[in-house]
């Protein structure tokens, strides 16, 4: 094994367990247990206090009398809640669990609790063996403006808006390919794809790779080792977006997140 080879090895483990770290978060994504979609008017939930519904702007919640907090403060009469749409969502404190609030062209609530059974049986994500052969030079190319793009969701009927700001263009064994990058954090980009591997030995509706920005020259990496499943790889209660057209790669990307075994 090269020094290369070694340290590319090291910072890849490094990378996936944070990456696993971040997974058990006693109120992340595998302590899911529920989602339900708000109405037009005020009604309870299984096992939760107070009354929750929506209008075409905003997320309402009424506590009628039970201990609830929002960012820390007391929820003490019905607290209007207005979020962007596929945007981030906001959480409520009910006791023990989270009650996380989302827009997704219309408001929905998930409940995250710590003692969900996904979560307590998290053992970790598979993942192929890092190969240095799979972080590849590529290059953005960006629009002349950025464009919004709408992709589809693994709900039926449920679409995303996100903002493109360009293409990433590369090349694989002889072959050219371009795939559309959406707006990441600090500059970079999050490209979501799929490839032959997709519902074969990876998750068959997508996966996501965050990209730093890209230097004067344009010049980027795209470091398949690192292609991430998204939530819905794990729980029924996620709404990710898919890929959009043409970010769908026809050979095989064996680099990455595989299956979950929540799903094997």
Not at 3 to 9: C, E, K, P
Not at 126 to 140: C, L
Not at 196 to 202: E, F, I, K, L, M
């Amino acid at each position: 094994m090269t020094a290369s080879t070694r340290d590319f090895t090291h910072a890849w483990l490094d990378w996936k367990l944070q990456r696993e770290k971040e997974l058990a978060d006693p109120y992340g994504w595998l302590a899911l247990v529920s989602l339900d979609w708000l109405e037009d008017e005020p009604r309870g939930y299984e096992n939760l206090p107070g009354k929750w519904w929506q209008d075409a702007e905003a997320a309402y919640v009424d506590p009628e009398g039970a201990d609830l907090e929002h960012e820390g403060e007391k929820i003490t009469g019905v607290k209007r809640i207005e979020l962007v749409n596929s945007g981030a969502g906001t959480r409520v404190t009910a006791g023990a669990v989270e009650v996380e609030i989302a827009r997704r062209s219309g408001y929905l609530i998930r409940v995250h609790d710590p003692e969900a059974p996904v979560l307590n049986g998290f053992r970790g994500v598979p993942a192929y063996e890092p190969d240095e052969k799979w972080a590849i030079a590529g290059r953005f190319e960006a629009f002349e403006e950025p464009r919004p793009v709408t992709v589809g969701a693994v709900v039926e009927g449920l679409s995303h808006v996100y903002t493109a700001p360009g293409k990433v263009r590369f090349t694989h064994e002889g072959a050219e390919y371009t795939l559309t990058a959406f707006n990441g954090r600090e500059g970079g980009f999050t490209i979501l794809f799929t490839d032959a591997t997709s519902g074969v030995t990876t998750y068959a509706a997508n996966r996501s790779l965050a990209v730093d920005k890209p230097d004067e020259q344009g010049r980027v990496t795209l470091d398949f080792t690192r292609a991430r499943n998204l939530p819905c790889a794990f729980t029924d209660f996620a709404t990710c977006p898919l890929p959009p057209e043409g970010n769908r790669l026809p050979f095989a990307v064996e680099a990455g997140e595989k299956l979950p075994y929540e799903r094997q």
